[in-house]
Nanobody, 126 residues
């Protein structure tokens, strides 16, 4: 059974940092591209960043470029999202998801991802 579990969320002041982690089990981790998505109250879910299955390619949406860094450790079956210079508009539930390696690594379309975690809440106060 596949399990995807996020951690590392919390409450932080604007300008602060958080590091999200996502651990996946029950799948061959390095056979999956991985992505981070977020959903704020009253808004649609949006893709934030993704990384190819070997970690050699990454993508970010414009609003987080230069502030967020996605990385993965395939030996530990773990995905990370380092978030710096956080803004109140970054407040959302953050989700980790896995997409099979035969799909486009840069996709941020939710339906391309097979497995999802339950999310971790990030709240940035002004």
């Amino acid at each position: 059974q596949v399990q995807v579990v996020e951690s590392g969320g919390g409450l932080v002041q604007a300008g602060g940092s958080l590091r999200l982690s996502c651990t996946a089990s029950g799948l061959t981790f390095d056979a999956y591209h991985m992505g981070w998505f977020r959903q704020a109250p009253g808004k649609e879910r949006e893709g934030v960043s993704c990384i190819s299955h070997k970690g050699e390619a990454t993508y970010y949406i414009d609003s987080v470029k230069g502030r967020f860094t996605i990385s993965r450790d395939n030996a530990k079956n773990t995905l990370y999202l380092q978030m710096n210079t956080l803004k109140p508009e970054d407040t959302a539930m953050y989700y980790c998801a896995a997409s099979p390696m035969y799909k486009r690594w840069w996709t941020m379309v939710g339906r391309e991802y097979n497995y999802w975690g339950q999310g971790t809440q990030v709240t940035v106060s002004s």
